[in-house]
């Protein structure tokens, strides 16, 4: 039962500081892609670092999720949105001062940390401070914040990377979050605080279980290609898998006993959760590794300023929020078969953006791009957007709670997972970087298994759409 320690007020109480704790979560983690290629050429790294610097974020901020929404529950939403903000901050700081590649990796890991502490908090507010009415135009307005987070991350990150005020380059970037974070903290103490009086606990064991499992699957998979892989990468896969393996088990332990688990493994003997869980995976897994690789190509192939590789991005943002916008009317009219139209139209954009790069005048004249990136950003709203809700509609009311935060952190999972294997198909086609031919054809190949991804997520999708209108068919002949 949801306790509300202040009275619920007419207005839209604490909303303005609950977006700007959204924004600065997505706005980071869009804004590193842009500043990439600046930061690997400082720290002379390899994709495998610069990589890790955004698949950190996103393993952090995925394996966490759910246990910063449990201790929000537990201990108070405005208490622990105050110390997401806190943590947050003092996370950027240390991003923006690391005078090491490994330092920026860890403290870009313990930022995901603190994103997963505030930004459940953020969905939970909003749920439980609003009435219906309210609600409805309180998430609308997230909406548009976490897509103009998105913009802004891109050509607003850009920009302060290319002004290098008062010579701090990149750093900006993160230590721009300190006055943010500043105003957060002491503006959400007018928030009303909630908890539920019932919350569940924590599942610790499950938690370290899960992280120790995921990073033993994914540091070998981003540097192996780096490093030629040597012999220690086969033992660190197999350990990430006896460390998943326990995991599960042990939540089947928890669930038997009735006990609180991180996931109920429940949730997956309904088929269509599990499909629907793969193609979420598949979809954002493409995601991140465009985002990367074509930064890469931009600056450190074709040359443009971060400033100018920002602005080119913006186009497929802007396509995203009209998109995000469209969507709910696609699928009231189509239903699931508007999920499968949306992601043809992704694979068309990505396809017509590898035709311009690699046989077409974009390598010269990149504004040629930018109907590529248009369709690319239409088609990943059209697809992305309405998939989370129509999953969530596939499982019975009681595990919706669950479900969704499984679905959260297969999203940030699956970004850091395209990076991995797109690294595979990247590193060993850029023989030798500052030519433009050998990072049109690395681009190529990791754009390679973005297309298979997208494939088998239609695929996936295709088999749900058939299987369910068979259901129907025979529930109207029972």
Request: contains cysteine; positive net charge; aromatic residues 10%.
């Amino acid at each position: 039962m949801e306790h509300i320690l202040s009275c619920r007020s007419r207005g839209l109480p604490g909303l303005p500081v609950l977006l700007l704790g959204g924004f600065v979560t997505v706005f980071d983690l869009f804004v590193v892609n842009v500043a990439a290629p600046v930061i690997q050429q400082q720290f002379a790294a390899s994709f495998a670092a610069i990589g890790m610097i955004i698949a950190g974020y996103e393993l952090a901020f995925g394996m966490l999720l759910i246990g910063g929404g449990r201790l929000g529950d537990r201990f108070g939403r405005r208490r622990l949105f105050r110390l997401g903000m806190l943590a947050f901050t003092l996370t950027s700081a240390l991003c923006g001062l690391a005078t090491s590649l490994t330092m920026l990796i860890v403290a870009r890991f313990l930022q995901g940390a603190a994103a997963a502490l505030l930004f459940p908090q953020i969905y939970a507010l909003l749920r439980v401070l609003y009435d219906e009415q309210q609600r409805r135009r309180a998430f609308a307005w997230l909406g548009m914040t976490l897509g103009l987070a998105a913009i802004v991350g891109q050509v607003f990150g850009g920009m302060i990377v290319e002004a290098d005020i008062f010579g701090s380059g990149w750093r900006t970037i993160f230590l721009i979050n300190l006055p943010i974070g500043v105003v957060a903290i002491v503006v959400a103490r007018r928030i009303p605080e909630s908890r539920l009086e019932h919350a569940q606990r924590l599942d610790g064991i499950g938690l370290l279980l899960a992280a120790a499992g995921l990073l033993m699957l994914f540091l070998p998979l981003l540097e192996g290609p780096s490093r030629h892989w040597p012999w220690w990468i086969a033992p660190m896969l197999v350990a990430g898998i006896v460390l998943l393996w326990a995991f599960w088990h042990w939540q089947r332990h928890l669930t038997r006993r009735a006990q609180d688990a991180v996931l109920d493994p429940a949730l997956f003997r309904q088929g269509a959760f599990t499909r629907g869980v793969a193609v979420v995976l598949a979809i954002y897994s493409t995601a991140s590794s465009f985002f990367l690789c074509f930064a890469l190509l931009l600056q450190s192939g074709i040359g443009l300023s971060p400033f100018q590789a920002g602005t080119l991005f913006a186009p497929a943002s802007v396509a995203f929020i009209i998109g995000s916008l469209l969507a709910p009317l696609g699928v009231r009219r189509w239903g699931d078969a508007a999920l499968a139209g949306g992601v043809l139209i992704y694979a068309g954009g990505l396809g017509m953006l590898l035709v311009q790069i690699c046989w077409g005048e974009g390598g010269a004249q990149p504004l040629w791009l930018v109907p590529g990136l248009v369709v690319l950003g239409f088609g990943q709203a059209l697809s992305m957007t309405p998939l989370l809700n129509r999953l969530l509609g596939w499982v019975p009311a009681p595990q919706a709670g669950m479900a969704a935060g499984v679905i959260a952190t297969v999203q940030q999972i699956g970004g850091a997972l395209g990076i991995a294997i797109s690294g595979m198909l990247f590193v060993p086609l850029l023989a030798e970087a500052g030519h433009l031919e050998r990072y049109v054809q690395a681009f190529a190949g990791a754009m390679a298994y973005n297309l298979l991804a997208l494939l088998f997520a239609l695929l996936m999708l295709i088999g749900l759409i058939r299987r369910r209108r068979g259901k129907e068919v025979e529930h109207y002949r029972g």
